[in-house]
């Protein structure tokens, strides 16, 4: 049975730095498609990047572009989603989710089978 666990969500001042961790058992994520998904309040789910099990690409949402970085620890079974920068755009809960298909659409959430709960990041100055 797939489980994910996401931790290091918080509160960060503007311009500030936070690193999200999305641990599986039950799985090993360096066979799965991983991505990170923001809910924020009264809003839809959206993809904020993935990394693909296939070719390894890397995909971000045009808002995190430069700031966000994902990245594999097959060691220790993590993905994680180093934030920079962080903007009042960037609050919300934070989710990963895995899939082992091939698909097409790495930062729409359809495409995912198995999620974690959410870690919540909140930005105050």
């Known amino acids: 049975q797939v489980q994910l666990v996401e931790s290091g969500g918080g509160l960060v001042q503007p311009g500030g730095s936070l690193r999200l961790s999305c641990a599986a058992s039950g799985v090993s994520l360096s066979t799965l498609t991983v991505g990170w998904f923001r809910q924020a309040p009264g809003k839809e789910r959206v993809g904020v990047s993935s990394i693909s099990s296939y070719d390894g690409i890397q995909t971000y949402a045009d808002s995190v572009k430069g700031r966000f970085t994902i990245s594999r620890d097959n060691g220790r079974n993590i993905v994680s989603l180093q934030m920079d920068r962080v903007t009042p755009v960037d609050p919300g809960i934070y989710s990963c989710?895995?899939?082992?298909?091939?698909?097409?659409?790495?930062?729409?959430?359809?495409?995912?089978?198995?999620w974690g709960q959410g870690t919540q990041v909140a930005v105050s100055s």
């Open positions: 989710a895995t899939t082992s298909w091939q698909i097409m659409e790495p930062l729409n959430p359809g495409e995912y089978d198995h």
